[in-house]
């Protein structure tokens, strides 16, 4: 097997890196970072070094490029670990659904209340159509929870992309205190044991760059 390096963001920020990161370490994979600090001037250069479109995260394996956090996730749940779906087909379609729905949309989470791991601003960024895709957010959890979660405490029991897809939210949740009950309070509490999560989160605050605004 090639070396597989990930090419991601700051932790503190990139919200898209952390994805297919923790997709990578739930895998049991062993794999290199190259960090591109994305306050940094020379970003533009370092990421169009690596990145075909310009953006993290981007995966190099061998002489293949992946990019873009849903495909990354995707090649790697094919390559090394089915597991990362759910078996059933229904549900492993369902799963695809939330993962797409979190990827093309929630532009008002993202732009107003966007990842920063290390620092607390409770209260803001909470405008209507922000606390609108929290409420679709929390239905997609409960939903999940409750009629395909019995196995475990993640969204179809065991860890799959769809929990990587969610896990920037949670970390979000956290910074700006939104306030969480019953099945999502509990969900937001088992995402944030992971190990690999806290791991994310410990080396986010290791880092000193701060980023004007990212979504
Ligand atoms: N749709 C892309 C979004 C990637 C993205 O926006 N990445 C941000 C960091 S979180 C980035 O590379 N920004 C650098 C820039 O735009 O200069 C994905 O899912 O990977």
Redesign the pocket.
């Known amino acids: 097997m090639t070396e597989l390096t990930l090419v991601i963001?700051d932790k503190n920020?990139?919200?898209?890196?952390l994805?297919?990161w923790l997709v990578m370490k739930q895998a049991g994979l062993k794999f290199s970072e190259i960090k591109?600090p994305?306050g940094s001037p020379a970003?533009?250069a370092e990421?169009r070094r690596y990145?075909p479109?310009?953006?993290?995260?981007v995966l190099i394996d061998g002489d293949l490029k992946v990019?873009?956090?849903?495909?990354?996730c995707e090649y790697v749940a094919e390559r090394f670990a089915n597991h990362l779906w759910p078996a059933d087909i229904a549900e492993k379609a369902i799963a695809r659904s939330i993962c797409a729905e979190m990827?093309a949309g929630f532009h008002n989470l993202r732009e107003n209340m966007p990842?920063d791991c290390r620092n607390r601003y409770p209260g803001e960024g909470m405008t209507p159509a922000t606390e609108a895709e929290i409420d679709r957010i929390i239905a997609i959890w409960r939903k999940c929870r409750q009629k395909f979660g019995k196995s475990g405490n993640m969204l179809f029991g065991n860890f799959t992309v769809a929990d990587a897809m969610f896990a920037p939210v949670v970390l979000r949740f956290v910074t700006y205190d939104v306030k969480l009950y019953s099945e999502a309070r509990d969900y937001a509490d088992a995402i944030l044991a992971l190990p690999a999560l806290q791991e994310w989160v410990a080396e986010a605050y290791k880092e000193s760059e701060s980023v004007l605004h990212?979504?």
Not at 53 to 57: H, I, M, N, R
């Open positions: 963001g920020y990139s919200s898209w890196s994805r297919p591109i994305l970003r533009h990421l990145s479109s310009g953006k993290v995260p990019w873009e956090s849903l495909a990354i990827h990842l990212l979504i």
